[in-house]
T-cell receptor
Framework: AQSVTQLDSHVSVSEGTPVLLRCNYSSSYSPSLFWYVQHPNKGLQLLLKYTSAATLVKGINGFEAEFKKSETSFHLTKPSAHMSDAAEYFC?????????????FGAGTRLFVKA | EAGVAQSPRYKIIEKRQSVAFWCNPISGHATLYWYQQILGQGPKLLIQFQNNGVVDDSQLPKDRFSAERLKGVDSTLKIQPAKLEDSAVYLC?????????????FGPGTRLLVL
């Protein structure tokens, strides 16, 4: 069965320090993996996606994620947090080229950024 | 390029009433998704269309929820009769197709409150 686990429900960092949001997945198929961000009262915005072309994926606003098949992880990082990064972040697993299952969202990680 | 459009943005109804939501996906996107996002949780996929056919509706409460995409473009999601636990944000998303590492693009959502 397919699943996605976001290991932290809340993460708090100081502005200018690194961000790490952790995501583990389980899939019998080759999945596509995504990170989305949701600011308060706003829609979901795509940050980045893994498409099997490269294991290190760069996204918008300085975020990147590394696909590690051996660890079944897809952690999201950013070298230096900005106040505007405060939001809810969702890790998502979807079918790749083989299909076979439906899209699953993680429970979300709320990022707090302190001044 | 226009994004995913949804209406209404907000709806308040009493339990046992019916309600309908409308979604217009990004032009050319064959796949359309409806999600339910309960406060504090990640979105849950309700139904997924490929053109006007249903790909997955395994998590759609079919005794009260229905959805259609008659011409393979716009879609409506209906709840009849509504229950208190249906209070949530209903998100519509679209992607080019089901497979092939396609990212989903989300509309702003419809916030439903059932009293």
């Amino acid at each position: 069965a397919q699943s996605v686990t976001q290991l932290d429900s809340h993460v708090s960092v100081s502005e200018g320090t690194p961000v790490l949001l952790r995501c583990n997945y389980s899939s019998s198929y080759s999945p596509s993996l995504f990170w989305y961000v949701q600011h308060p009262n706003k829609g979901l915005q795509l940050l980045l996606k893994y498409t099997s072309a490269a294991t290190l994926v760069k996204g918008i606003n300085g975020f990147e994620a590394e696909f590690k098949k051996s660890e079944t992880s897809f952690h999201l990082t950013k070298p230096s947090a900005h106040m505007s990064d405060a939001a809810e972040y969702f890790c998502v697993v979807s079918p790749g080229n083989t299909g076979g299952f439906k899209t699953i969202f993680g429970a979300g990680t709320r990022l707090f950024v302190k001044a | 390029e226009a994004g995913v459009a949804q209406s209404p943005r907000y709806k308040i109804i009493e339990k046992r009433q019916s309600v309908a939501f409308w979604c217009n996906p990004i032009s050319g996107h064959a796949t359309l998704y409806w999600y339910q996002q309960i406060l504090g949780q990640g979105p849950k996929l309700l139904i997924q269309f490929q053109n006007n056919g249903v790909v997955d509706d395994s998590q759609l409460p079919k005794d009260r929820f229905s959805a259609e995409r008659l011409k393979g473009v716009d879609s409506t999601l209906k709840i009849q009769p509504a229950k208190l636990e249906d209070s949530a944000v209903y998100l519509c998303a679209s992607s080019l197709e089901v497979r092939g590492y396609q990212a989903q693009y989300f509309g702003p959502g419809t916030r439903l409150l059932v009293l």
